[in-house]
């Protein structure tokens, strides 16, 4: 049976963070690819050229906010202005050790974020969130 779940993009600048998640879901699912993104211009650009090579995007992507170079709300300035029909393929989830009322604010303006959680993440938790979407998507379109 296929996964539901096949690519998980990870941004955070804590490599032992992305290490519990990782780990985590290999657990969880062994077939699912996971790629870490240690700022928000590295991960960006990784989406870009998955956009530029019509390859699909991964179907969970796990922000940070506080990292160096740039950001998780730059990250977000630039990912919203990707094709819709590429956004439309990927839930994104803020991943935050702050209850910042600002950042929490901001993530429900976004459309494009589907939720703030505050770390640790319960990955388990973010799967479930993904097959509602899922559900939600195809009772649209149904």
């Given at each position: 049976m296929k996964s539901i779940i096949e690519n998980i993009l990870l941004v955070d600048d804590s490599r032992a963070v992305s290490f519990v998640y990782d780990y985590t879901i290999k657990r969880i699912d062994a077939k699912i690819n996971t790629v870490?993104?240690?700022n928000g211009l590295n991960a960006f650009?990784?989406?870009?050229?998955?956009n530029y090579n019509s390859?699909?995007?991964p179907n969970i992507i796990i922000l940070d906010i506080n990292m160096p170079v740039m950001n998780g709300w730059g990250f977000m300035e630039h990912y919203d202005k990707l094709p819709l029909h590429f956004k439309q393929q990927s839930m994104v989830i803020i991943g935050s050790?702050?209850?910042n009322i600002d950042d929490i604010q901001m993530a429900?303006?976004?459309e494009n974020v589907h939720d703030y959680l505050i770390?640790?993440?319960d990955i388990e938790q973010v799967f479930e969130k993904y097959q509602k979407l899922?559900?939600?998507q195809f009772k649209e379109t149904a």
């Open positions: 870490i993104k240690t650009e990784y989406l870009r050229q998955l390859q699909d995007p050790s702050s209850s429900k303006e976004n770390k640790p993440i899922l559900s939600k």
